[in-house]
């Protein structure tokens, strides 16, 4: 049985920092991606990572504030967030893809996702 775990989410004042972690189980999988989903507005891609962590993509919006890195020796994907904004305030969820080759960023294109773990930036 496939499983995501998120966890690493909570309150942070703005200019701080937070990681998520994502522990995989189940299955070996090729992407892995993060996304988020603020009240009222659609799930947005944030960052995604080869298997290898050879090859990442980033929204452009996060670009030098957060890092994907994995650990594939513990199934494990993390999610390093600075300067955090009160607009990052969101539901963030962990994804994970069957495909292998090449990296996946496409929300439809992932398989399983975790439940989600809530983070707030406050002003």
């Known amino acids: 049985q496939v499983q995501l775990v998120e966890s690493g989410g909570g309150l942070v004042q703005a200019g701080g920092s937070l990681r998520l972690s994502c522990a995989a189980s189940g299955r070996t999988f090729g992407s892995m991606g993060w996304f988020r989903q603020a009240p009222g507005k659609e799930r947005e891609f944030l960052a995604a990572s080869n298997w290898g962590g050879t090859s990442t993509k980033y929204a452009d919006f996060v670009k030098g504030r957060f890092t994907i890195s994995r650990d594939n020796s513990k199934n494990t994907v993390y999610l390093q967030m600075n300067s955090l904004k009160p607009e990052d305030t969101a539901i963030y969820y962990c994804?994970?893809?069957?495909?292998?080759?090449?990296?996946?960023?496409?929300?439809?294109?992932?398989?399983?996702w975790g439940q989600g773990t809530q983070v707030t930036v406050s002003s």
């Open positions: 994804a994970a893809s069957r495909t292998i080759g090449f990296l996946v960023t496409a929300r439809n294109r992932y398989d399983y």
